[in-house]
């Protein structure tokens, strides 16, 4: 498996993307009155957040079929290269919102908790991309 990722480094990465959603896909789903009451969203807001859980649930299980496949990242470009563009989304928002430059007025609060994880799995892409061009670029 360490072989399938090049070295143990970039298993450890690939294994914490899967991690990270893991982590967010657990709460969307089982605890979502959690996110409501951080984010100061209504109850009928639980709806939209699960929908947004299904796409979360789609990396985690593609990052686990990656994880077992028997060629591991081999032509998995698609997988990597989506999760970087979602990570640098989610970071120039949370950067945005964080310093009120955008929805100034909309009762939610985000932390430095939630940049670092947003900064973390931007360069968690970053390194998993360069790490396995040789073999998600097929």
């Given at each position: 498996?360490?072989e ?10 690939h ?43 789609g ?8 994880l ?71």
């Amino acid at each position: 498996m360490i072989e399938n990722f090049n070295n143990l480094l970039l298993l450890v990465l690939h294994l914490a993307i899967i991690g990270l959603l893991s982590i967010f896909l657990v709460r969307i789903f089982f605890f979502p009155q959690g996110i409501v009451k951080e984010y100061n969203v209504d109850q009928s807001g639980i709806l939209p957040m699960r929908y947004v859980g299904t796409f979360i649930f789609g990396f985690v299980f593609m990052g686990i079929y990656i994880l077992f496949r028997p060629n591991g990242p081999e032509g998995t470009w698609v997988f990597y290269n989506l999760f970087f563009l979602v990570a640098t989304a989610q970071l120039i928002y949370d950067l945005m919102f964080y310093f009120k430059f955008i929805d100034k007025d909309i009762g939610a609060k985000n932390s430095i908790i939630d940049l670092t994880f947003s900064f973390a799995a931007f360069i968690i892409s970053v390194i998993l991309i360069y790490g396995l061009s040789n073999k998600i670029y097929l």
